[in-house]
């Protein structure tokens, strides 16, 4: 079974510019996570999509934003990037995000933003 | 939301045991206990995951005290390979998860 995958692996951005990230989850899994992952704070929660609506977020501004599609596919959202919003951008996927659901995560996307 | 505590760092020879230890004071009585494990410029990776008392499998062991105030992850001779960053995390499932700083396991030879 083919794992998570992310798209774009790297991506180098300018201040005030938007970016989109792409993520694929192992099939049949309809639950979707994303983290953000910097030197300074670690791994930080962003949001969970679950059948295409999201059902958990995380203590991040509405610049961030997501969606996910009814095949499970989830995009994560960033506009009027900041020097800050550089970082690993991970992805996760579990079959229901349920108590004892196991997260995989993809390689993650790394974003620069100059 | 349950916050853990862990140390910041450890070393450790190859071929020893190594315990980790975290401490999840308000964990909440529905939420489990997971470790992740992670490598440089990779996703974090399921190494185990424990309610109660203690849990075994082919890479690790979990313990947790009746209170459940802390847990020990708990690495079988470990070998260079096993030099990653470990986290602890306490929720339910696999959403709403607070990961910490975690451990950065230095073993060396």
């Known amino acids: 079974k083919a794992g998570v995958t992310q798209t774009p692996r790297y991506l180098i951005k300018t201040r005030g510019q938007q970016v989109t990230l792409s993520c694929s989850p192992i099939s049949g899994h309809r639950s979707v996570s994303w983290y953000q992952q910097t030197p300074g704070q670690g791994l930080q929660f962003l949001f969970e999509?679950?059948?295409?609506?999201?059902?958990n977020k995380g203590n991040f501004p509405g610049r961030f934003s997501g969606r996910q599609f009814s095949n499970s596919r989830s995009e994560m959202n960033v506009s009027t990037l900041e020097l800050g919003d550089s970082a690993l951008y991970l992805c996760?996927?579990?079959?229901?995000?349920?108590?004892?659901?196991?997260?995989?995560f993809g390689p993650g996307t790394r974003l620069t933003v100059t | 939301l349950a916050k853990t505590t862990q140390p910041i760092s450890m070393d450790s020879y190859e071929g020893q045991e190594v315990n980790i230890t975290c401490s999840h004071n308000n964990i909440a009585t529905n939420d489990y206990i997971t470790w992740y494990q992670q490598f440089p410029s990779q996703g974090p990776r399921f190494i185990i995951q424990g309610y109660k008392t203690k849990v075994t499998n082919e890479v690790a062991s979990l313990f947790i005290p009746a209170d459940r105030k802390s847990s020990t992850l708990s690495l079988p001779r470990v070998s260079l390979s096993d030099t990653a960053v470990y986290y602890c995390l306490v929720g339910k499932g696999a959403n709403n998860l607070f990961f910490g700083t975690g451990t950065r396991l230095t073993v060396i030879p």
């Open positions: 999509y679950f059948s295409e609506t999201q059902r």
């Open positions: 996760a996927s579990s079959p229901g995000g349920g108590y004892k659901d196991e997260q995989y």
